[in-house]
Protein backbone atom coordinates (compact mmCIF):
# COMPACT_ATOMS: atom_id res chain seq x y z
CA UNK A 1 0.00 0.00 0.00
CA UNK A 2 2.99 2.51 0.64
CA UNK A 3 4.04 1.98 -2.71
CA UNK A 4 0.89 3.09 -4.20
CA UNK A 5 0.82 6.28 -1.64
CA UNK A 6 4.54 7.31 -3.41
CA UNK A 7 3.40 6.28 -7.10
CA UNK A 8 -0.16 8.11 -6.95
CA UNK A 9 1.34 11.15 -4.50
CA UNK A 10 -1.29 10.35 -2.13
CA UNK A 11 1.86 10.31 0.18
CA UNK A 12 1.80 14.37 -0.82
CA UNK A 13 -2.07 14.36 0.31
CA UNK A 14 -1.31 12.62 3.77
CA UNK A 15 1.39 14.76 5.20
CA UNK A 16 -0.88 18.20 3.98
CA UNK A 17 -3.67 16.89 6.11
CA UNK A 18 -1.34 15.67 9.18
CA UNK A 19 -0.06 19.22 9.41
CA UNK A 20 -3.02 20.48 9.73
CA UNK A 21 -3.90 18.29 12.72
CA UNK A 22 -3.21 19.85 16.39
CA UNK A 23 -2.23 17.59 19.03
CA UNK A 24 0.42 14.98 19.15
CA UNK A 25 -2.06 12.14 20.14
CA UNK A 26 -3.87 12.71 16.99
CA UNK A 27 -1.16 12.65 14.74
CA UNK A 28 -0.24 9.61 16.14
CA UNK A 29 -3.63 7.89 15.34
CA UNK A 30 -3.43 9.00 11.74
CA UNK A 31 -0.39 7.61 11.12
CA UNK A 32 -1.92 4.26 11.11
CA UNK A 33 -4.93 5.33 9.45
CA UNK A 34 -5.51 3.40 6.00
CA UNK A 35 -8.07 3.82 2.90
CA UNK A 36 -10.48 1.78 4.40
CA UNK A 37 -12.12 -1.39 2.31
CA UNK A 38 -15.33 -1.22 4.26
CA UNK A 39 -18.52 0.68 2.71
CA UNK A 40 -19.93 1.63 5.81
CA UNK A 41 -16.83 3.41 7.23
CA UNK A 42 -15.87 5.09 3.80
CA UNK A 43 -19.44 6.44 3.79
CA UNK A 44 -19.07 7.58 7.49
CA UNK A 45 -15.43 8.70 6.78
CA UNK A 46 -17.00 10.95 4.08
CA UNK A 47 -20.17 12.12 5.79
CA UNK A 48 -17.83 13.36 8.61
CA UNK A 49 -15.47 15.52 6.59
CA UNK A 50 -18.51 17.29 4.67
CA UNK A 51 -20.02 18.51 8.34
CA UNK A 52 -17.02 19.86 9.16
CA UNK A 53 -16.88 21.43 5.91
CA UNK A 54 -20.38 22.88 6.64
CA UNK A 55 -18.69 24.41 9.78
CA UNK A 56 -15.77 25.83 8.54
CA UNK A 57 -17.77 27.45 5.42
CA UNK A 58 -20.30 28.98 7.98
CA UNK A 59 -16.70 30.73 9.36
CA UNK A 60 -17.24 28.70 13.01
CA UNK A 61 -14.32 26.79 14.20
CA UNK A 62 -14.01 24.11 16.97
CA UNK A 63 -12.32 25.48 20.18
CA UNK A 64 -9.51 22.99 20.44
CA UNK A 65 -7.27 24.43 23.25
CA UNK A 66 -4.73 22.71 25.21
CA UNK A 67 -4.47 20.12 23.10
CA UNK A 68 -0.78 20.62 21.76
CA UNK A 69 1.19 19.58 25.35
CA UNK A 70 -2.13 17.15 26.93
CA UNK A 71 -0.14 13.95 25.97
CA UNK A 72 2.95 14.67 27.78
CA UNK A 73 1.12 16.33 30.58
CA UNK A 74 -1.27 13.41 30.94
CA UNK A 75 2.04 11.09 30.80
CA UNK A 76 3.27 13.17 33.79
CA UNK A 77 0.35 12.69 35.71
CA UNK A 78 0.13 8.55 34.55
CA UNK A 79 3.89 8.92 36.89
CA UNK A 80 3.12 9.93 40.00
CA UNK A 81 4.56 13.43 38.79
CA UNK A 82 2.94 16.88 40.26
CA UNK A 83 1.84 19.61 37.64
CA UNK A 84 3.40 22.82 38.13
CA UNK A 85 1.12 25.69 38.16
CA UNK A 86 1.03 27.16 34.76
CA UNK A 87 0.47 23.00 33.20
CA UNK A 88 -2.79 22.69 35.48
CA UNK A 89 -4.09 25.95 34.08
CA UNK A 90 -3.62 24.28 29.94
CA UNK A 91 -4.83 20.82 31.17
CA UNK A 92 -8.09 23.11 33.08
CA UNK A 93 -8.20 24.74 29.11
CA UNK A 94 -8.50 21.26 28.15
CA UNK A 95 -10.98 19.95 29.97
CA UNK A 96 -12.92 23.28 29.40
CA UNK A 97 -12.75 22.71 25.56
CA UNK A 98 -15.02 19.93 26.12
CA UNK A 99 -18.05 21.79 27.54
CA UNK A 100 -17.61 24.83 24.57
CA UNK A 101 -17.19 22.27 21.80
CA UNK A 102 -20.47 20.17 23.51
CA UNK A 103 -21.97 23.52 22.76
CA UNK A 104 -20.86 24.70 19.36
CA UNK A 105 -22.27 21.08 17.65
CA UNK A 106 -25.19 21.15 20.06
CA UNK A 107 -25.90 24.81 18.41
CA UNK A 108 -25.06 23.17 14.97
CA UNK A 109 -26.91 19.93 15.60
CA UNK A 110 -29.23 20.19 12.31
CA UNK A 111 -25.90 21.05 10.05
CA UNK A 112 -23.70 18.40 11.62
CA UNK A 113 -26.07 15.55 12.98
CA UNK A 114 -23.36 12.67 13.10
CA UNK A 115 -20.38 15.42 14.83
CA UNK A 116 -23.19 16.15 16.71
CA UNK A 117 -23.45 12.34 18.18
CA UNK A 118 -20.13 12.20 18.51
CA UNK A 119 -19.71 15.26 21.01
CA UNK A 120 -22.61 13.56 22.83
CA UNK A 121 -19.83 11.48 24.48
CA UNK A 122 -17.65 14.19 25.64
CA UNK A 123 -17.54 14.67 29.75
CA UNK A 124 -18.16 17.39 32.11
CA UNK A 125 -15.24 18.00 34.41
CA UNK A 126 -16.64 21.53 35.48
CA UNK A 127 -15.86 20.97 38.97
CA UNK A 128 -12.04 20.15 38.22
CA UNK A 129 -12.24 23.25 36.42
CA UNK A 130 -13.49 25.32 38.94
CA UNK A 131 -11.12 23.95 41.20
CA UNK A 132 -7.82 24.73 39.79
CA UNK A 133 -9.27 27.91 38.65
CA UNK A 134 -10.02 29.47 41.88
CA UNK A 135 -6.17 27.98 43.26
CA UNK A 136 -4.45 29.57 39.98
CA UNK A 137 -4.42 32.44 38.06
CA UNK A 138 -2.10 31.44 35.14
CA UNK A 139 0.92 30.42 36.53
CA UNK A 140 0.43 31.94 40.15
CA UNK A 141 -0.99 29.76 42.98
CA UNK A 142 -3.30 32.23 44.26
CA UNK A 143 -2.98 33.43 48.18
CA UNK A 144 -6.53 32.60 48.41
CA UNK A 145 -6.04 28.71 47.80
CA UNK A 146 -5.37 27.80 51.48
CA UNK A 147 -5.61 29.13 54.86
CA UNK A 148 -1.79 27.78 55.33
CA UNK A 149 -0.49 29.57 51.83
CA UNK A 150 -2.68 32.94 52.98
CA UNK A 151 -0.68 32.94 56.40
CA UNK A 152 2.72 32.34 54.91
CA UNK A 153 2.47 34.40 52.82
CA UNK A 154 1.38 37.53 54.83
CA UNK A 155 4.16 36.69 57.50
CA UNK A 156 7.11 36.48 54.34
CA UNK A 157 5.43 39.76 53.10
CA UNK A 158 6.44 41.83 56.33
CA UNK A 159 9.40 39.89 56.65
CA UNK A 160 10.61 41.05 53.59
CA UNK A 161 9.17 44.64 54.51
CA UNK A 162 11.20 44.74 57.48
CA UNK A 163 14.64 43.63 56.00
CA UNK A 164 13.78 46.30 53.13
CA UNK A 165 13.63 49.11 55.61
CA UNK A 166 16.85 48.10 57.18
CA UNK A 167 19.24 48.18 54.56
CA UNK A 168 17.69 50.94 52.84
CA UNK A 169 19.38 53.07 56.39
CA UNK A 170 22.18 51.68 55.27
CA UNK A 171 21.58 52.27 51.45
CA UNK A 172 20.39 55.92 52.63
CA UNK A 173 23.79 56.42 55.14
CA UNK A 174 26.09 58.66 53.47
CA UNK A 175 28.97 57.18 55.13
CA UNK A 176 28.00 53.30 54.15
CA UNK A 177 26.90 54.36 50.82
CA UNK A 178 30.71 55.01 49.90
CA UNK A 179 31.85 51.52 50.94
CA UNK A 180 28.97 49.93 48.41
CA UNK A 181 30.07 48.85 45.10
CA UNK A 182 26.17 49.75 44.07
CA UNK A 183 23.37 51.34 46.13
CA UNK A 184 21.60 48.14 45.59
CA UNK A 185 19.52 45.12 47.60
CA UNK A 186 21.01 42.18 46.29
CA UNK A 187 19.56 38.48 47.11
CA UNK A 188 22.53 36.07 47.23
CA UNK A 189 21.49 32.34 48.58
CA UNK A 190 17.90 33.35 49.61
CA UNK A 191 19.49 36.25 51.84
CA UNK A 192 19.52 40.06 51.16
CA UNK A 193 22.57 41.66 51.14
CA UNK A 194 24.64 44.49 50.56
CA UNK A 195 27.59 44.39 47.61
CA UNK A 196 30.60 45.92 49.71
CA UNK A 197 33.89 46.72 47.52
CA UNK A 198 36.78 44.02 48.91
CA UNK A 199 38.73 46.84 50.36
CA UNK A 200 36.14 48.16 52.93
CA UNK A 201 34.78 44.54 53.86
CA UNK A 202 35.86 45.46 57.23
CA UNK A 203 33.50 48.41 57.59
CA UNK A 204 29.92 46.87 57.51
CA UNK A 205 29.22 44.87 60.60
CA UNK A 206 27.85 41.57 58.87
CA UNK A 207 28.46 38.05 57.36
CA UNK A 208 29.74 37.63 54.20
CA UNK A 209 27.66 35.52 51.57
CA UNK A 210 29.25 35.43 48.65
CA UNK A 211 31.89 36.83 46.63
CA UNK A 212 32.25 38.21 43.39
CA UNK A 213 34.18 35.94 40.83
CA UNK A 214 36.77 38.94 40.01
CA UNK A 215 37.00 39.22 43.51
CA UNK A 216 36.12 43.20 43.86
CA UNK A 217 33.24 42.58 45.62
CA UNK A 218 31.79 40.79 48.62
CA UNK A 219 28.11 40.62 49.51
CA UNK A 220 27.51 40.93 53.29
CA UNK A 221 24.31 40.45 54.98
CA UNK A 222 24.61 42.79 57.75
CA UNK A 223 23.85 41.48 61.51
CA UNK A 224 20.98 43.66 61.60
CA UNK A 225 18.88 41.93 59.15
CA UNK A 226 20.43 38.50 59.83
CA UNK A 227 17.47 37.25 61.91
CA UNK A 228 14.53 38.36 59.71
CA UNK A 229 16.85 36.62 56.64
CA UNK A 230 16.80 33.54 58.42
CA UNK A 231 12.94 33.49 59.40
CA UNK A 232 12.22 34.45 55.86
CA UNK A 233 14.15 31.24 54.82
CA UNK A 234 12.15 29.50 56.45
CA UNK A 235 8.64 31.26 55.61
CA UNK A 236 9.49 30.83 51.83
CA UNK A 237 10.41 27.01 52.71
CA UNK A 238 6.89 26.76 54.27
CA UNK A 239 5.47 28.66 51.50
CA UNK A 240 6.81 25.85 49.07
CA UNK A 241 5.23 22.84 51.32
CA UNK A 242 1.88 25.05 50.98
CA UNK A 243 2.09 25.24 47.08
CA UNK A 244 3.30 21.72 46.45
CA UNK A 245 0.10 20.28 48.66
CA UNK A 246 -2.48 22.47 46.49
CA UNK A 247 -0.15 21.39 43.37
CA UNK A 248 -0.76 17.64 44.51
CA UNK A 249 -4.55 18.18 45.22
CA UNK A 250 -5.18 19.45 42.15
CA UNK A 251 -3.38 17.04 39.91
CA UNK A 252 -5.39 14.34 41.96
CA UNK A 253 -8.43 15.56 40.82
CA UNK A 254 -7.01 15.20 36.91
CA UNK A 255 -5.65 11.64 38.42
CA UNK A 256 -8.79 10.24 39.60
CA UNK A 257 -10.66 11.60 36.31
CA UNK A 258 -7.96 10.09 33.71
CA UNK A 259 -9.82 6.94 32.40
CA UNK A 260 -12.81 8.80 31.72
CA UNK A 261 -10.83 11.93 30.53
CA UNK A 262 -9.30 9.14 28.16
CA UNK A 263 -12.32 8.58 26.15
CA UNK A 264 -13.48 12.10 25.65
CA UNK A 265 -9.76 12.76 24.32
CA UNK A 266 -10.15 9.81 21.78
CA UNK A 267 -13.38 11.84 20.54
CA UNK A 268 -11.50 15.18 20.40
CA UNK A 269 -8.81 13.18 18.59
CA UNK A 270 -11.24 12.05 16.23
CA UNK A 271 -12.72 15.59 15.58
CA UNK A 272 -8.92 16.97 15.33
CA UNK A 273 -8.60 14.72 12.56
CA UNK A 274 -11.75 14.80 10.88
CA UNK A 275 -11.18 18.92 10.62
CA UNK A 276 -7.52 18.12 9.38
CA UNK A 277 -9.38 16.72 6.49
CA UNK A 278 -12.32 19.05 6.14
CA UNK A 279 -9.90 21.68 6.01
CA UNK A 280 -7.76 20.33 2.48
CA UNK A 281 -10.83 19.31 0.95
CA UNK A 282 -12.23 22.88 1.23
CA UNK A 283 -8.48 24.26 0.18
CA UNK A 284 -9.40 21.84 -2.96
CA UNK A 285 -12.64 22.60 -3.38
CA UNK A 286 -13.88 19.28 -2.71
CA UNK A 287 -17.20 17.85 -3.04
CA UNK A 288 -19.33 14.90 -1.83
CA UNK A 289 -18.97 11.58 -3.89
CA UNK A 290 -20.86 8.53 -3.90
CA UNK A 291 -19.36 5.33 -3.11
CA UNK A 292 -20.46 1.85 -3.85
CA UNK A 293 -19.34 -1.69 -2.83
CA UNK A 294 -20.64 -2.77 -6.75
CA UNK A 295 -17.16 -1.94 -7.99
CA UNK A 296 -18.78 0.66 -9.83
CA UNK A 297 -16.21 3.73 -11.09
CA UNK A 298 -17.32 6.92 -12.98
CA UNK A 299 -15.76 10.27 -12.41
CA UNK A 300 -17.18 12.99 -13.41
CA UNK A 301 -15.22 15.65 -14.23
CA UNK A 302 -12.75 15.02 -11.62
CA UNK A 303 -9.75 17.14 -11.09
CA UNK A 304 -6.36 16.01 -9.78
CA UNK A 305 -5.75 17.27 -6.26
CA UNK A 306 -2.17 17.94 -6.17
CA UNK A 307 -2.57 19.94 -10.00
CA UNK A 308 -5.31 22.16 -8.99
CA UNK A 309 -6.66 24.19 -11.50
CA UNK A 310 -4.18 23.17 -13.75
CA UNK A 311 -5.61 19.82 -14.69
CA UNK A 312 -7.47 18.70 -17.27
CA UNK A 313 -10.59 17.30 -15.20
CA UNK A 314 -11.27 13.59 -16.22
CA UNK A 315 -14.19 11.82 -16.82
CA UNK A 316 -14.04 7.72 -16.97
CA UNK A 317 -16.45 4.88 -16.42
CA UNK A 318 -15.60 1.10 -15.54
CA UNK A 319 -17.46 -1.37 -13.62
CA UNK A 320 -21.09 -1.01 -15.06
CA UNK A 321 -21.06 -1.89 -18.38
CA UNK A 322 -17.44 -2.94 -18.53
CA UNK A 323 -14.44 -4.82 -16.38
CA UNK A 324 -11.03 -3.58 -18.31
CA UNK A 325 -10.48 -0.39 -19.97
CA UNK A 326 -7.25 0.16 -22.60
CA UNK A 327 -6.43 3.78 -22.78
CA UNK A 328 -4.34 4.76 -25.89
CA UNK A 329 -2.82 8.02 -27.44
CA UNK A 330 0.80 9.94 -27.70
CA UNK A 331 3.81 9.47 -24.62
CA UNK A 332 2.86 13.00 -23.58
CA UNK A 333 -0.91 12.96 -24.00
CA UNK A 334 -1.64 12.04 -20.32
CA UNK A 335 -2.42 8.66 -19.97
CA UNK A 336 -0.19 8.18 -16.99
CA UNK A 337 -2.03 11.22 -15.46
CA UNK A 338 -5.26 9.12 -15.78
CA UNK A 339 -3.89 5.82 -13.98
CA UNK A 340 -2.82 8.21 -11.04
CA UNK A 341 -6.11 10.41 -10.56
CA UNK A 342 -8.16 7.12 -10.84
CA UNK A 343 -6.24 6.06 -8.08
CA UNK A 344 -6.55 9.18 -5.88
CA UNK A 345 -10.15 9.49 -6.09
CA UNK A 346 -10.19 5.70 -5.02
CA UNK A 347 -7.67 6.39 -1.94
CA UNK A 348 -9.42 9.79 -1.29
CA UNK A 349 -13.03 8.29 -1.36
CA UNK A 350 -11.93 5.10 1.03
CA UNK A 351 -10.15 7.74 3.55
CA UNK A 352 -12.86 10.33 3.79
CA UNK A 353 -11.32 13.46 1.71
CA UNK A 354 -13.64 15.05 -0.79
CA UNK A 355 -12.52 16.11 -4.38
CA UNK A 356 -13.16 18.36 -6.87
CA UNK A 357 -15.40 16.98 -9.74
CA UNK A 358 -18.51 17.52 -11.20
CA UNK A 359 -21.20 16.32 -9.22
CA UNK A 360 -21.88 13.08 -9.99
CA UNK A 361 -18.98 11.02 -9.74
CA UNK A 362 -19.41 7.82 -7.63
CA UNK A 363 -16.23 5.20 -6.50
CA UNK A 364 -16.40 1.85 -5.68
CA UNK A 365 -15.01 0.87 -1.99
CA UNK A 366 -12.42 -2.12 -3.43
CA UNK A 367 -10.53 -4.61 -1.45
CA UNK A 368 -7.21 -3.53 -2.62
CA UNK A 369 -5.68 -0.98 -5.63
CA UNK A 370 -2.51 -2.17 -7.05
CA UNK A 371 -0.35 -0.40 -9.58
CA UNK A 372 2.73 -0.42 -12.01
CA UNK A 373 3.49 2.76 -13.20
CA UNK A 374 7.21 4.50 -14.35
CA UNK A 375 10.22 3.79 -14.88
CA UNK A 376 11.02 0.38 -12.90
CA UNK A 377 14.51 -0.32 -13.96
CA UNK A 378 16.58 -1.21 -11.17
CA UNK A 379 20.42 -1.48 -12.10
CA UNK A 380 21.17 -2.76 -8.48
CA UNK A 381 19.57 -5.77 -9.17
CA UNK A 382 20.63 -6.12 -12.65
CA UNK A 383 16.90 -5.50 -13.90
CA UNK A 384 16.23 -3.93 -16.92
CA UNK A 385 12.76 -2.07 -17.37
CA UNK A 386 10.52 -4.85 -18.78
CA UNK A 387 12.57 -7.43 -16.03
CA UNK A 388 11.54 -5.00 -13.50
CA UNK A 389 7.93 -4.50 -15.07
CA UNK A 390 7.27 -8.14 -14.89
CA UNK A 391 8.79 -8.57 -11.54
CA UNK A 392 6.08 -6.54 -10.22
CA UNK A 393 3.11 -7.66 -12.28
CA UNK A 394 3.98 -11.35 -11.26
CA UNK A 395 3.20 -9.72 -7.34
CA UNK A 396 0.13 -8.28 -8.25
CA UNK A 397 -1.15 -11.19 -10.00
CA UNK A 398 -0.06 -13.20 -7.14
CA UNK A 399 -2.28 -10.63 -4.99
CA UNK A 400 -5.55 -9.99 -6.96
CA UNK A 401 -8.69 -10.72 -6.31
CA UNK A 402 -12.43 -10.01 -6.87
CA UNK A 403 -12.87 -6.03 -5.81
CA UNK A 404 -9.38 -5.36 -6.98
CA UNK A 405 -8.41 -2.30 -9.05
CA UNK A 406 -5.39 -2.91 -10.94
CA UNK A 407 -3.43 -0.58 -13.26
CA UNK A 408 -0.93 -0.96 -15.55
CA UNK A 409 0.73 2.04 -17.69
CA UNK A 410 2.50 0.43 -21.25
CA UNK A 411 1.65 -3.04 -20.66
CA UNK A 412 4.14 -5.23 -22.33
CA UNK A 413 6.20 -2.60 -23.10
CA UNK A 414 10.26 -2.60 -23.13
CA UNK A 415 10.54 -5.98 -25.39
CA UNK A 416 9.97 -7.22 -28.81
CA UNK A 417 6.76 -5.50 -29.90
CA UNK A 418 4.83 -8.83 -31.06
CA UNK A 419 5.52 -10.65 -27.50
CA UNK A 420 5.41 -7.80 -25.74
CA UNK A 421 1.40 -7.58 -27.15
CA UNK A 422 0.63 -11.20 -26.17
CA UNK A 423 1.93 -11.23 -22.70
CA UNK A 424 -0.17 -7.71 -21.86
CA UNK A 425 -3.32 -9.13 -23.21
CA UNK A 426 -2.70 -12.58 -21.51
CA UNK A 427 -1.94 -10.73 -18.27
CA UNK A 428 -5.24 -8.75 -18.64
CA UNK A 429 -7.33 -11.93 -19.36
CA UNK A 430 -6.04 -13.15 -16.27
CA UNK A 431 -6.67 -10.01 -14.24
CA UNK A 432 -10.38 -10.35 -15.90
CA UNK A 433 -10.42 -13.71 -14.74
CA UNK A 434 -9.29 -13.41 -11.06
CA UNK A 435 -12.19 -10.45 -11.25
CA UNK A 436 -10.29 -7.49 -11.16
CA UNK A 437 -10.81 -3.99 -12.43
CA UNK A 438 -7.93 -3.37 -15.23
CA UNK A 439 -7.68 -0.43 -16.70
CA UNK A 440 -3.45 -0.13 -18.73
CA UNK A 441 -2.05 2.33 -21.21
CA UNK A 442 -0.32 0.71 -24.28
CA UNK A 443 0.40 1.66 -27.95
CA UNK A 444 0.69 -1.85 -29.23
CA UNK A 445 -2.05 -2.39 -32.06
CA UNK A 446 -2.69 -5.97 -30.85
CA UNK A 447 -4.04 -4.92 -27.54
CA UNK A 448 -6.15 -1.73 -29.15
CA UNK A 449 -7.61 -5.14 -31.09
CA UNK A 450 -8.17 -7.02 -28.14
CA UNK A 451 -10.22 -4.44 -25.95
CA UNK A 452 -12.07 -3.55 -29.60
CA UNK A 453 -13.18 -7.83 -29.84
CA UNK A 454 -13.74 -8.53 -25.88
CA UNK A 455 -17.29 -8.07 -24.59
CA UNK A 456 -16.32 -6.88 -21.01
CA UNK A 457 -13.45 -4.36 -22.65
CA UNK A 458 -13.90 -0.31 -23.27
CA UNK A 459 -11.32 1.62 -24.92
CA UNK A 460 -10.79 5.31 -24.58
CA UNK A 461 -7.43 7.39 -25.79
CA UNK A 462 -6.01 10.73 -25.10
CA UNK A 463 -7.25 13.62 -27.22
CA UNK A 464 -5.04 14.92 -30.10
CA UNK A 465 -5.42 18.44 -31.34
CA UNK A 466 -4.38 17.83 -35.05
CA UNK A 467 -4.68 21.53 -36.29
CA UNK A 468 -2.20 22.42 -33.85
CA UNK A 469 -0.39 19.27 -33.28
CA UNK A 470 -0.23 19.12 -29.26
CA UNK A 471 -2.14 16.62 -26.85
CA UNK A 472 -5.07 17.92 -25.09
CA UNK A 473 -4.40 15.82 -21.83
CA UNK A 474 -8.61 14.76 -22.05
CA UNK A 475 -9.93 11.45 -22.08
CA UNK A 476 -12.18 10.72 -24.96
CA UNK A 477 -14.48 7.12 -23.96
CA UNK A 478 -14.50 4.60 -26.56
CA UNK A 479 -12.47 6.18 -28.64
CA UNK A 480 -9.07 4.54 -30.26
CA UNK A 481 -5.85 7.09 -30.77
CA UNK A 482 -2.75 7.02 -32.07
CA UNK A 483 0.48 6.89 -30.76
CA UNK A 484 1.56 10.43 -32.54
CA UNK A 485 4.87 9.00 -32.81
CA UNK A 486 5.28 11.94 -35.90
CA UNK A 487 4.41 14.80 -33.52
CA UNK A 488 6.93 13.76 -31.04
CA UNK A 489 9.86 13.03 -33.92
CA UNK A 490 9.17 16.74 -35.32
CA UNK A 491 9.30 18.59 -31.79
CA UNK A 492 12.41 16.70 -30.98
CA UNK A 493 13.72 17.66 -34.28
CA UNK A 494 14.15 14.49 -36.17
CA UNK A 495 15.26 15.27 -39.84
CA UNK A 496 12.25 16.62 -42.08
CA UNK A 497 13.27 14.10 -44.72
CA UNK A 498 14.01 10.98 -42.22
CA UNK A 499 10.32 12.28 -40.99
CA UNK A 500 9.01 11.51 -44.86
CA UNK A 501 10.58 8.81 -45.47
CA UNK A 502 8.83 7.27 -42.54
CA UNK A 503 5.20 8.21 -43.26
CA UNK A 504 5.88 7.15 -46.69
CA UNK A 505 6.37 3.33 -45.33
CA UNK A 506 3.81 3.76 -43.42
CA UNK A 507 1.59 4.51 -46.23
CA UNK A 508 2.86 1.25 -47.88
CA UNK A 509 5.74 2.12 -49.72
CA UNK A 510 8.37 -0.04 -50.42
CA UNK A 511 11.73 0.18 -48.75
CA UNK A 512 14.72 2.31 -50.34
CA UNK A 513 16.72 -1.15 -50.46
CA UNK A 514 19.17 -0.25 -53.08
CA UNK A 515 23.10 -0.18 -52.04
CA UNK A 516 24.50 2.77 -51.92
CA UNK A 517 28.18 3.02 -53.38
CA UNK A 518 30.42 5.08 -51.22
CA UNK A 519 33.04 6.65 -53.39
CA UNK A 520 36.38 5.30 -51.89
CA UNK A 521 39.83 7.34 -51.88
CA UNK A 522 42.54 5.47 -53.89
CA UNK A 523 45.16 3.77 -52.23
CA UNK A 524 48.66 3.56 -53.65
CA UNK A 525 50.59 0.44 -52.40
CA UNK A 526 52.30 2.73 -49.73
CA UNK A 527 49.07 3.17 -48.44
CA UNK A 528 47.88 0.31 -48.67
CA UNK A 529 50.93 -0.63 -46.66
CA UNK A 530 50.68 1.67 -44.40
CA UNK A 531 47.45 0.43 -43.82
CA UNK A 532 47.58 -2.95 -43.23
CA UNK A 533 50.67 -1.82 -40.85
CA UNK A 534 48.16 0.21 -38.97
CA UNK A 535 45.54 -3.08 -38.96
CA UNK A 536 48.22 -5.16 -37.91
CA UNK A 537 48.62 -2.65 -34.85
CA UNK A 538 45.18 -3.43 -34.04
CA UNK A 539 43.28 -0.55 -34.76
CA UNK A 540 41.14 -0.28 -31.95
CA UNK A 541 36.90 -1.21 -32.67
CA UNK A 542 34.93 0.36 -29.66
CA UNK A 543 30.56 0.37 -28.80
CA UNK A 544 28.91 3.11 -27.67
CA UNK A 545 28.69 3.00 -23.89
CA UNK A 546 32.13 1.59 -23.81
CA UNK A 547 34.61 3.36 -20.97
CA UNK A 548 37.82 4.34 -22.89
CA UNK A 549 40.96 6.17 -21.66
CA UNK A 550 42.21 9.61 -23.92
CA UNK A 551 45.79 8.54 -23.88
CA UNK A 552 47.26 11.98 -24.62
CA UNK A 553 45.50 13.75 -21.60
CA UNK A 554 44.57 10.47 -19.00
CA UNK A 555 40.99 11.59 -19.16
CA UNK A 556 38.16 8.63 -18.81
CA UNK A 557 35.20 8.94 -21.26
CA UNK A 558 31.92 6.93 -22.21
CA UNK A 559 32.60 6.40 -26.52
CA UNK A 560 29.78 7.58 -28.78
CA UNK A 561 30.12 6.44 -32.04
CA UNK A 562 33.07 6.26 -34.69
CA UNK A 563 33.33 9.28 -37.22
CA UNK A 564 34.79 9.32 -40.80
CA UNK A 565 38.41 9.51 -41.10
CA UNK A 566 39.31 7.72 -38.21
CA UNK A 567 38.03 10.27 -35.62
CA UNK A 568 35.42 9.20 -33.21
CA UNK A 569 33.20 11.18 -31.08
CA UNK A 570 33.46 10.81 -27.27
CA UNK A 571 31.29 11.81 -24.15
CA UNK A 572 33.32 13.73 -21.25
CA UNK A 573 32.12 16.28 -18.66
CA UNK A 574 28.71 16.52 -19.87
CA UNK A 575 30.18 17.44 -23.20
CA UNK A 576 30.63 15.72 -26.71
CA UNK A 577 34.22 15.40 -28.02
CA UNK A 578 35.84 14.52 -31.27
CA UNK A 579 39.46 12.84 -31.18
CA UNK A 580 41.16 10.56 -33.00
CA UNK A 581 40.14 7.27 -32.79
CA UNK A 582 43.83 5.62 -32.73
CA UNK A 583 44.18 8.22 -29.36
CA UNK A 584 41.39 5.99 -27.52
CA UNK A 585 42.44 2.83 -25.47
CA UNK A 586 39.67 0.63 -23.93
CA UNK A 587 39.08 0.16 -20.42
CA UNK A 588 35.86 -1.59 -19.73
CA UNK A 589 33.66 -2.40 -22.27
CA UNK A 590 29.77 -1.56 -21.92
CA UNK A 591 28.75 -5.29 -22.00
CA UNK A 592 30.48 -5.73 -18.57
CA UNK A 593 29.12 -1.96 -17.40
CA UNK A 594 25.49 -2.51 -18.37
CA UNK A 595 22.62 -4.97 -18.54
CA UNK A 596 21.56 -6.49 -21.96
CA UNK A 597 18.75 -3.75 -22.19
CA UNK A 598 19.69 -1.07 -20.68
CA UNK A 599 19.16 2.61 -22.55
CA UNK A 600 22.98 3.16 -23.87
CA UNK A 601 21.34 6.49 -24.93
CA UNK A 602 20.22 7.36 -21.43
CA UNK A 603 24.31 7.64 -20.43
CA UNK A 604 24.71 11.00 -23.08
CA UNK A 605 21.60 12.52 -22.09
CA UNK A 606 21.55 15.92 -19.36
CA UNK A 607 19.63 14.94 -16.42
CA UNK A 608 17.74 18.10 -16.82
CA UNK A 609 16.59 16.91 -20.49
CA UNK A 610 15.58 13.05 -18.84
CA UNK A 611 13.71 15.04 -16.39
CA UNK A 612 12.12 17.41 -19.34
CA UNK A 613 11.37 14.39 -21.05
CA UNK A 614 9.44 12.48 -17.89
CA UNK A 615 7.30 16.00 -17.47
CA UNK A 616 6.67 15.48 -21.16
CA UNK A 617 5.33 11.66 -20.15
CA UNK A 618 3.63 12.44 -17.73
CA UNK A 619 1.79 15.46 -19.34
CA UNK A 620 3.01 18.96 -17.79
CA UNK A 621 1.62 21.37 -18.80
CA UNK A 622 4.61 23.45 -18.24
CA UNK A 623 7.10 21.15 -20.17
CA UNK A 624 4.96 21.31 -23.05
CA UNK A 625 4.71 25.12 -22.66
CA UNK A 626 8.40 25.14 -23.28
CA UNK A 627 8.39 22.15 -26.22
CA UNK A 628 6.36 24.54 -28.06
CA UNK A 629 8.81 27.48 -27.68
CA UNK A 630 11.70 25.12 -28.92
CA UNK A 631 9.79 24.26 -31.89
CA UNK A 632 8.65 27.96 -32.50
CA UNK A 633 12.26 29.01 -31.88
CA UNK A 634 13.82 26.63 -34.47
CA UNK A 635 10.72 27.83 -37.05
CA UNK A 636 12.34 31.48 -36.80
CA UNK A 637 15.63 30.30 -37.47
Known sequence: MIRIYEETGFDQIIAEIKGNIISDFAKKDFDNRRPTNNLQTAQKRLTETKEAMVLLSSGQHVPFMGMRTIEHLTSKIERGMVLE???????????????????????????????????????????????????????????????????????????????????????????????????????????????????????????????????????????????????????????????????????????????????????????????????????????????????????????????????????????EKSRGLIITGPNAGGKTLVLKTVALACLCAASGILLKHGGNSQVPILQDIFIDIGDQQNLDNALSTFSAHMDNVAKILRQTKPASLVLLDEIGSGTEPKEGAALGIAIMEELYLKGALVIATTHYGEIKDFALAHPDFRTAAMAFDEVNLKPKYQLLMDQVGASNAFWIAKEKALPESVLQRAQGYLAGEAYELQQVQLKMRKMTSATVAKSTESQNESTPIFAKGDRVLLTETKEKALFYEELEQEMARVYLDKTFREVPLRRLKLVTAATVLYPADYDLESLFTDFHERKFQKDIDRGSKKAQKKLRKQAEARKNQ
Not at 111 to 133: K, M, N, S, W
Not at 217 to 228: D, G, H, L, Q, R
Open 85 to 319: AGELTEYSDFLRSFRLIKQLFEKNQYQTPTLHRYTAGLGDFTEVCEAITQAINGAHVKDESSRGLRKVRSRIHKLESGINQALEKHLKNPTTAKYLQDRLVIEKEGRQTLPVKTEFQSKINGTIIERSSRGTTVFIEPTAVSKNNDALILARGEETGEIYQILAGLTGLIADKLTEIGYSREIIGELDIIFARAKYSRRIEGKPVAINDQEVLHLDHLYHPLLGSQAVPLTVSLG
